[in-house]
């Protein structure tokens, strides 16, 4: 369940980074942005009491959970494989867990005033460690948005480390002459978006020798692909893949893992491994036949079902070599300590 510890540290991180940065503006004395300040002195004084008065923290959650969680599940399981009552069950199975861990991470970070990511071990606190949350900082302060008894704040922030912008927008009620409270945050899929982009980056910088390890050693010549007939229900069909390669290996070949990547008509990616048998066979200039089901719930195999595969929409990439000894050469899937 990643993300999940990430939406209430980077709430609170954020409150915390950017309501320093209006002590020196004119407008101070805005009230919204003076009651954002008193939200930054709870932080700094561990006043946990007057800090979940001034936000409420359980609105705040649940507006992430439906942004943050609706945005992961559609990515997971994909609009076209469920209904959307299927998709709103895994969401409220879901929705607990998110708010009990983010709540948890709240409190400590208000008694604390840090976030402790050294245990790695969990897969959440690496992916908050390779996040370089703390590295977030203010770019640019949207003057408040008032209308009566409510406002709203935009503020822009930079990550330093990983190279990416995103904007979140707090909405403030007011609740007596001098004083707003948060009641809610959106634009956290804006730096779900930005800090996906990066990583993906990231990983590819770190992969690109590796990369061109494989490359010497499984040369991808060209392929060809044609959607052929399925199951005898006429119900899925296949992708036939012939793939020319030279393979010039120093030691004997056990296996070559690969994925191919169809590039879908909305522009998302549809990945699916395959791996070919190299064992005890020939090496030099050869062609392989990849077979791919095409399975007509999943978006980007059912727009090439429909509409067949356009040259830049289909891409192999070749992933890890194994030899016959046990050892591999392989790409790093996610980023290493």
Same mark, same amino acid.
């Given at each position: 369940?990643?993300?999940?510890?990430?939406?209430?540290?980077?709430?609170?991180?954020?409150?915390?980074?950017?309501?320093?940065?209006?002590?020196?503006?004119?407008?101070?004395?805005?009230?919204?942005?003076?009651?954002?300040?008193?939200?930054?002195?709870?932080?700094?004084?561990?006043? #946990?009491?007057?800090?979940?008065?001034?936000?409420?923290?359980?609105?705040?959650?649940?507006?992430?959970?439906?942004?943050?969680?609706?945005?992961?599940?559609?990515?997971?399981?994909?609009?076209?494989?469920?209904?959307?009552?299927?998709?709103?069950?895994?969401?409220?199975?879901?929705? *607990?867990?998110?708010?009990?861990?983010?709540?948890?991470?709240?409190?400590?970070?208000?008694?604390?005033?840090?976030?402790?990511?050294?245990?790695?071990?969990? *897969?959440?606190?690496?992916?908050?460690?390779?996040?370089?949350?703390?590295?977030?900082?203010?770019?640019?302060?949207?003057?408040?948005?008032?209308?009566?008894?409510?406002?709203?704040?935009?503020?822009?922030?930079?990550?330093?480390?990983?190279?990416?912008?995103?904007?979140?927008?707090?909405?403030?009620?007011?609740?007596?002459?001098?004083?707003?409270?948060?009641?809610?945050?959106?634009?956290?899929?804006?730096?779900?978006?930005?800090?996906?982009?990066?990583?993906?980056?990231?990983?590819?910088?770190?992969?690109?020798?590796?990369?061109?390890?494989?490359?010497?050693?499984?040369?991808?010549?060209?392929?060809?692909?044609?959607?052929?007939?399925?199951?005898?229900?006429?119900?899925?069909?296949?992708?036939?893949?012939?793939?020319? #390669?030279?393979?010039?290996?120093?030691?004997?070949?056990?296996? +070559?893992?690969?994925?191919?990547?169809?590039?879908?008509?909305?522009?998302?990616?549809?990945?699916?491994?395959?791996?070919?048998?190299? #064992?005890?066979? *020939?090496?030099?200039?050869?062609?392989?036949?990849?077979?791919?089901?095409?399975?007509?719930?999943?978006?980007?195999?059912?727009?090439?079902?429909?509409?067949?595969?356009?040259?830049?929409?289909?891409?192999?990439?070749?992933?890890? +070599?194994?030899?016959?000894?046990?050892?591999?050469?392989?790409?790093?899937?996610?980023?290493?300590?």
């Amino acid at each position: 369940m990643k993300y999940f510890m990430l939406i209430t540290i980077l709430l609170v991180l954020l409150i915390g980074v950017g309501i320093g940065a209006y002590r020196s503006l004119q407008d101070l004395q805005n009230l919204p942005i003076k009651s954002m300040k008193n939200i930054q002195d709870t932080i700094d004084q561990r006043d #946990a009491e007057n800090f979940y008065r001034l936000v409420d923290i359980d609105k705040v959650l649940d507006d992430a959970a439906k942004e943050i969680l609706s945005a992961k599940i559609n990515a997971e399981f994909g609009a076209t494989a469920y209904s959307m009552q299927e998709l709103a069950n895994i969401f409220e199975q879901r929705k *607990p867990e998110f708010t009990s861990i983010t709540k948890k991470a709240v409190d400590d970070y208000i008694s604390t005033g840090k976030v402790n990511l050294s245990n790695t071990s969990s *897969p959440t606190l690496k992916w908050l460690k390779d996040s370089e949350i703390n590295s977030c900082v203010i770019k640019q302060i949207s003057k408040p948005v008032i209308k009566e008894n409510s406002a709203t704040c935009k503020i822009e922030f930079y990550n330093q480390s990983l190279l990416f912008s995103f904007e979140l927008e707090f909405a403030l009620e007011k609740i007596d002459k001098n004083q707003w409270r948060i009641i809610g945050a959106t634009g956290f899929e804006n730096y779900l978006a930005g800090l996906n982009r990066a990583l993906k980056k990231k990983l590819e910088r770190l992969n690109a020798p590796v990369r061109n390890e494989i490359k010497d050693i499984f040369i991808i010549k060209g392929f060809s692909a044609k959607v052929v007939e399925g199951d005898e229900y006429g119900f899925s069909k296949t992708l036939k893949i012939d793939l020319k #390669a030279d393979v010039k290996p120093e030691k004997p070949l056990s296996k +070559i893992v690969g994925r191919i990547i169809i590039v879908g008509r909305n522009g998302d990616e549809g990945i699916t491994p395959f791996e070919i048998d190299m #064992a005890y066979k *020939p090496t030099g200039l050869q062609t392989f036949t990849i077979n791919k089901t095409l399975n007509p719930f999943v978006q980007q195999d059912a727009d090439a079902m429909k509409h067949g595969l356009r040259r830049n929409d289909l891409h192999i990439e070749i992933t890890e +070599i194994i030899y016959m000894d046990g050892t591999n050469l392989k790409q790093f899937e996610e980023i290493p300590e």
